[in-house]
T-cell receptor
Framework: GAGVSQSPSNKVTEKGKDVELRCDPI?????LYWYRQSLGQGLEFLIY????????KSGLPSDRFSAERTGGSVSTLTIQRTQQEDSAVYLC??????????FGPGTRLTVL | GENVEQHPSTLSVQEGDSAVIKCTYS??????FPWYKQELGKGPQLIID?????GEKKDQRIAVTLNKTAKHFSLHITETQPEDSAVYFC?????????????FGQGTTLQVKP
């Protein structure tokens, strides 16, 4: 079946602009995660959604970052007033209860 | 919180040789340890995982060992092939089971020379 999809695959924006990144998880997966991967670095946890529970936002680096998950499926990560240090690959993963985290291909964000 | 250290950062081996990547973790409550392979321009893909009630797990040319006392785990790839060239990440789950967030190591770039 279809895996996790993310859009856009690449996004170039100017400093100060807002961006929205989209994640479509695997159908039926109840949990969804966002991670950030800076150049040459490991993955850094950002936020976690599980069913109807309140999300775990403990990894969001600043209040410019927010995310929502509508209808328990699609998720959008929003970065307001982007800064150059926000440049990274943003990865989304989904999992069913107790299952493997399956990653999407990521969105490469470049802030000029 | 959990901290995962991964070594080496780069590893170059000849085709057919073995490769070993090591990780240590800090939180004794972590009990799920996956390994991911990431090829250029793609998202990470799970290659093997282990839970803390098991000391070793093997899948064809890939094996993972876990030492809970020392809080370290290792990935072993035998008979390496050029297509094994990629970045490998270890991770640890901070919560019971694997429904929680993963804490990743910094990654190891493996190059297998033909």
């Amino acid at each position: 079946g279809a895996g996790v999809s993310q859009s856009p695959s690449n996004k170039v924006t100017e400093k100060g602009k807002d961006v929205e990144l989209r994640c479509d998880p695997i159908s039926g997966h109840t949990a969804l995660y966002w991670y950030r991967q800076s150049l040459g670095q490991g993955l850094e946890f950002l936020i976690y959604f599980q069913g109807n529970s309140a999300p775990d936002k403990s990894g969001l680096p600043s209040d410019r970052f927010s995310a929502e998950r509508t209808g328990g499926s699609v998720s959008t990560l929003t970065i307001q007033r982007t800064q150059q240090e926000d440049s990274a690959v943003y990865l989304c993963a989904s999992t069913s209860g107790g299952g493997t985290q399956y990653f999407g291909p990521g969105t490469r964000l470049t802030v000029l | 919180g959990e901290n995962v250290e991964q070594h080496p950062s780069t590893l170059s081996v000849q085709e057919g040789d073995s490769a070993v990547i090591k990780c240590t973790y800090s939180d004794s409550a972590s009990n799920y340890f996956p390994w991911y392979k990431q090829e250029l321009g793609k998202g990470p893909q799970l290659i093997i995982d282990i839970r803390s009630n098991v000391g070793e797990k093997k899948d064809q040319r890939i094996a993972v060992t876990l030492n809970k006392t020392a809080k370290h785990f290792s990935l072993h790839i035998t008979e390496t092939q050029p297509e094994d060239s990629a970045v490998y990440f270890c991770a640890a789950s901070e919560h019971s089971g694997n429904t929680g967030k993963l804490i990743f190591g910094q990654g190891t770039t493996l190059q297998v020379k033909p």
